[in-house]
């Protein structure tokens, strides 16, 4: 059985930081894809940043530049570092984890931007 948590999200002013954390485990293969999604109110879940097994990473546009995601020395674990935060940030993330043809989502972690 494989399991995905999430964890860190929280309320931050606008400008601020957070950082969020997942935890994948279960039989996973040694070669793999974890990323982060959010979906904000009203609208579909988009894509936020991914990570391989192998190290290499890449962003949306509309995050590039403020958030970092990295991998933790825990195998299967990893981070999405958010700084200067904005309004149109607040959604709920997941953590996604994709290997051999298969997908699996975490329960989601609340981020809200708010003055």
């Known amino acids: 059985q494989v399991q995905v948590v999430e964890s860190g999200g929280g309320l931050v002013q606008p400008g601020g930081s957070l950082r969020l954390s997942c935890a994948a485990s279960?039989?996973?293969?040694?070669?793999?894809?974890m990323g982060w999604y959010r979906q904000a109110p009203g609208k579909e879940r988009e894509w936020v940043a991914r990570i391989t097994s192998f190290g290499s990473f890449n962003y949306a546009d509309s995050v590039k530049g403020r958030f970092t995601i990295s991998a933790g020395n825990a195998k299967n674990m990893i981070y999405l570092q958010m700084n200067d935060l904005k309004p149109e940030d607040t959604a709920v993330y997941y953590c996604n984890l994709e290997f051999s043809s298969r997908t699996y989502w975490g329960q989601g972690t609340q981020v809200t931007v708010s003055s």
């Open positions: 279960g039989d996973i293969s040694t070669i793999y894809l």
